[in-house]
């Protein structure tokens, strides 16, 4: 099992929100609207908007980081022109979001969120700041550990996945009970990007490599 | 190796809506339906803070993302109102139903369920029984208004769907 069960009583917000009864399994047939998903045009979707350093007139303050990486299918494969989101908080830990009241400042050069479409190969790139970590109030001295969120469509509505992106070594991981909802250290693993040198541009950025692989479609499991 | 699924939290909000994303088609569109309800959690109080996407299985003439100009989007995207409200513009699908992910704070991944205009005999349906066939049934309320309200835990929990 690699998704985190919908209850997970350490994450308090789980508790009214988890269903009680485990979904239904469907057998897909051909005409089962679910096994396809939007297509996206390149007219739709800006090539700026992968750069959240540049959305405002000035620089945001904070590591400039590249974040790279691969959306694959079950098998390997690369996702084309499929969808990628992210979003964020600003160096200081705070989100652009008037119900973030974290007492962290705003950056009026950032606001956190970005998007573009994969290529050929599926891949995809932004250029960010690195985010803070921030207080919740899930538990007494609750924190989050720095985190990109990511949302990815893949080729059939069942793959679509929200997932976040954490930084290698960061010590608040024992401590989160949303990164420790994923069952298993191997899972786990794989919320987190890695340092990539390759990636990472002399005497400007360092790079973070973070490939996404979506779960098999139910035509694959047949 | 499937990369694990996270919350959406309850800041997406400034990030994923996009504008008018849920208008599927424009408001003279011929035949025009509305989807509207509210998302409830195991107390029965509103979901402030979810995330709807619909899907009608293709993406139309009208594109996923980009609302101008007239035809038809298979997509849309609605966070929900302070009052846990939501409500999506679209053509009839061509199918008896259309597919709804919803997201939230809380939802460590997203539920997955089916909208039906109508009760008609149907695969799914039919392998239901009757109270939870009833929570995937859309009801019409006036003309082409249809109220689907989704409920994430207790009394009259919806069947949710994985494949």
């Known amino acids: 099992m690699t998704h985190p069960p919908y209850l997970s009583p350490a994450y308090r917000s789980t508790l009214l929100r ?50 790279s990486g691969r959306i694959l299918d ?28 974290h007492p962290a400042p705003l950056d009026p050069n950032f606001t956190g969120a970005g998007r573009c479409l994969t290529d050929d190969d599926g891949r995809y790139r932004f250029v960010t700041i690195k985010p803070g970590a921030y207080p919740w109030r899930n538990h007494h001295n609750a924190w989050r550990p720095a985190h990109i969120h990511f949302s990815v469509f893949g080729t059939a509505f069942t793959q679509r996945l929200v997932t976040q ?33 390759d990636a990472t541009e002399p005497e400007w950025a360092l790079g973070y490599r973070f490939d996404v692989t979506l779960g098999r479609t139910p035509v694959e499991d047949s | ?53 619909l899907w ?47 997201f939230a704070r809380g939802l460590l991944r997203p539920v997955m369920t089916r909208v039906y205009l109508e009760d008609v005999p149907d695969p799914l349906l039919d392998s239901l029984e009757p109270a939870l066939r009833a929570t995937l049934v859309a009801r019409a309320e006036g003309t082409g208004t249809y109220r689907f309200d989704v409920r994430l835990q207790g009394e009259g929990e919806t069947a949710f769907l994985e494949f």
């Open chain 1, 18 to 67: 988890a269903p009680s009864r485990p979904p239904l399994l469907l057998k897909a047939d051909p005409d089962t609207i679910e096994l396809t998903s939007p297509v996206f045009g390149h007219h739709e979707v800006d090539e700026h908007e992968a750069d959240l350093t540049r959305q405002h007139s000035g620089e945001p303050l904070g590591e400039r980081i590249i974040v």
């Open chain 1, 74 to 101: 079950a098998a390997g494969r690369p996702i084309r022109n499929t969808l990628v989101e992210i979003w964020q908080t600003n160096a200081a830990g705070r989100y652009a979001h008037p119900v973030d009241r």
């Open chain 1, 165 to 197: 992106m954490y930084f290698p070594g960061d010590p608040l991981f024992p401590f989160d009970p949303i990164f420790q909802s994923v069952p298993g250290p191997a899972a786990r693993e794989r919320l987190i990007a890695a340092f990539d040198i």
């Open chain 2, 1 to 53: 190796m499937t990369t694990p699924s996270q919350t959406v939290g309850p800041f997406f909000g400034y990030a994923l809506p996009y504008e008018r994303g849920w208008e599927l088609v424009p408001e003279d569109h011929a035949g025009a339906i509305t989807v509207t309800g509210r998302v409830l959690d195991g107390a029965g109080e509103p979901v402030p803070d979810a995330l709807l996407e």
């Open chain 2, 56 to 102: 009608l299985g293709e993406t139309g003439t009208r594109g996923a993302l980009d609302r101008r100009g007239p035809g038809a989007s298979g997509f849309g995207r609605c966070p929900t109102t302070p009052d846990g409200g939501y409500r999506f513009r679209t053509a009839r699908p061509a199918t008896p139903y259309l597919a709804l992910l919803v």
